[in-house]
């Protein structure tokens, strides 16, 4: 208990990070909802990783480009943001382009981004004098500061993708439920397509970056997938999702800081349990 | 005469430059029920799908006229009950809402005006019952009435059935294509029906185009469905 207050203290190191796990969790269980509504949850593990790859590319440029760039200018967010998602919306409206195709495996194409994009990452960090200095954790999952204006870019970011959520929820659920009736009513389908698939380029690139790529995946998806077992309609499902994702970051943080443990791995494994118990309550309550 | 809202001219459809049906013509007034016929793989869907704007037409022309109020005439869609995901936790209310929201800004929420509209169609379907449950949950006749109720929903002028009664039991398949003549009547809209189902073409339709491999058919239920020339057109699609 007494970390608890710890680490809800203003004076508290890693009070950003805390603040960052929580947004992070309230709008990647939202955008998960519609990933597992769409039976789009594959790209949800491709897209992190793929958001890395940028991240990695990006923070690698400057030294491509015989650029001197020090330790100091290296911690900003907003080389890496760039990178992260020009990679994850490019990705995914190419991916979604091709899925709309219906030619070839759509598994199979998401699957070897993952690992095409995942082994990239490494070789590209492999080769990084700077890579040590922070990316290599957040890949991993672990604990790292957050500046103020990082912290402010997060939230502003995260909080217009909550917004647009929220806003046009309406159409994007149209879109998604039944596209022959959204295209007979006269509505813009392609552009409400673009703007879920931006939403979630968004959504991904800022959880990548602040708590990597391996908790951004579990919030995605293992919310929504809680939160539909309980849930008997739409407003429910997302609330849902929200409140177990929110939660869950939280003491995933505060378990991690108590038994000193990668934060990443912590959430995610504490996300899968409270999957586990909630699959079997409602075994029982049905 | 009724007012015309969809006329085909020499219209082909397919996919992909891929011609399915070629030397399509025919109209849809306001007020008429045109059943759409055929065998398997005739291209019903794909001559649907173009009518409906879902897909470009190969050739020829899809002329839309205005409707009264001078817009481009509203389709009111019924899609086979047997599509939807039942991942999506939606109410046949819910869904029957959804009719309403091609008159709804975006970013707006529904008013409650649309809300009782909806739940007005939802009741003159007799839907009203089980409107609350699940969607994915309801029978295939449910599903149907609950997706009749959203097409009326969005006040059509062309209301388009694409196998409403597929799976779904012959008491259930009469009251629904009841229903629906009687709205035809009431509302004064045109019924454009994809089917397999003679009895119902035969009591319901006053224009068959009957989709067969290498022609398209045309002419009333009694002139296309009559012994002799069924024997004609099944033999073609024997063949």
Redesign the interface.
């Given at each position: 208990m007494e970390t608890l207050f710890h680490i809800l203290a203003p004076d508290f190191l890693l009070r950003n990070s805390v603040y960052a796990s929580l947004l992070v969790g309230i709008a990647c269980p939202l955008v998960g909802v519609y990933l597992?509504?769409r039976?789009l949850v594959f790209m949800g593990v491709a897209l992190p990783q793929v958001s890395s790859t940028g991240i990695a590319i990006a923070l690698s440029l400057p030294m491509w480009l015989g650029l001197n760039v020090s330790a100091e200018q290296g911690e900003g967010h907003a080389l890496p943001f760039a990178g992260s998602i020009l990679f994850t919306v490019a990705a995914i409206l190419l991916l979604a382009f091709m899925e709309r195709r219906g030619r070839g495996v759509p598994e199979g194409r998401l699957g070897v981004s993952y690992v095409v994009c995942a082994a990239l990452s490494v070789l590209i960090l492999a080769k990084n004098p700077h890579g040590e200095m922070g990316l290599l954790d957040l890949l991993k999952g672990e604990v790292i500061t957050i500046s103020n204006a990082d912290l402010a870019m997060t939230a502003g970011a995260l909080g217009a993708v909550l917004v647009a959520i929220l806003?046009?929820h309406?159409?994007l659920?149209?879109v998604?439920?039944?596209r022959?009736?959204?295209?007979?009513?006269?509505?813009r389908v392609t552009f409400w397509d673009v703007l879920l698939y931006l939403l979630i380029g968004v959504t991904v690139s800022m959880a990548v970056l602040s708590v990597g790529p391996l908790i951004a995946f579990g919030l995605l998806l293992i919310p929504a997938l809680t939160a539909?077992l309980f849930?008997?309609?739409?407003r429910?499902?997302m609330a849902l999702s929200v409140v177990i994702g929110a939660a869950s970051s939280f003491f995933g943080f505060w378990l991690s800081y108590t038994c000193d443990l990668p934060v990443g791995p912590t959430d995610v494994v504490l996300l899968g349990a409270v999957y586990a118990a909630g699959w079997i309550a409602a075994r029982f309550l049905k | 005469m009724n007012q015309t809202l969809v006329t085909l001219d020499d219209l082909s459809v397919g996919y992909g430059g891929q011609t399915v049906l070629s030397g399509i013509s025919f109209s849809i007034a306001r007020g008429g029920f045109t059943a759409l016929l055929g065998a398997n793989g005739t291209g019903k869907s794909t001559l649907l799908k173009t009518i409906l704007g879902l897909q470009p037409p190969i050739a020829g022309r899809l002329h839309l006229h205005p409707n009264a109020g001078g817009n481009r005439p509203v389709f009111g869609y019924v899609p086979q009950a047997t599509q939807f995901d039942p991942l999506y936790l939606l109410s046949g209310f819910d869904v029957a809402l959804m009719g309403t929201f091609g008159r709804v800004r975006a970013g707006s929420r529904v008013p409650r005006e649309e809300k009782e509209f909806a739940a007005h169609c939802l009741r003159a379907t007799g839907a009203e019952d089980f409107a609350r449950r699940r969607f994915a949950e309801l029978s295939g006749g449910q599903k149907q009435r609950v997706l009749i109720a959203r097409a009326l929903a969005s006040r059509p002028d062309v209301l388009v059935l694409d196998e409403p009664t597929a799976g779904v039991d012959h008491a259930a398949t009469h009251a629904v294509m009841e229903f629906i003549s009687q709205v035809r009547r009431d509302l004064n809209i045109a019924v454009l029906l994809v089917t397999h189902d003679f009895a119902v073409v035969r009591r319901h339709a006053d224009h068959v185009v009957w989709l067969t491999p290498g022609a398209v058919l045309q002419g009333t239920a009694d002139e296309l469905m009559n012994a002799r020339k069924m024997a004609e057109i099944l033999e073609m699609e024997t063949d």
């Open positions: 597992v509504l039976r806003l046009f309406k159409e659920l149209l998604s439920f039944d022959a009736l959204a295209v007979t009513l006269g509505k539909h849930a008997s309609n739409m429910q499902f | -």
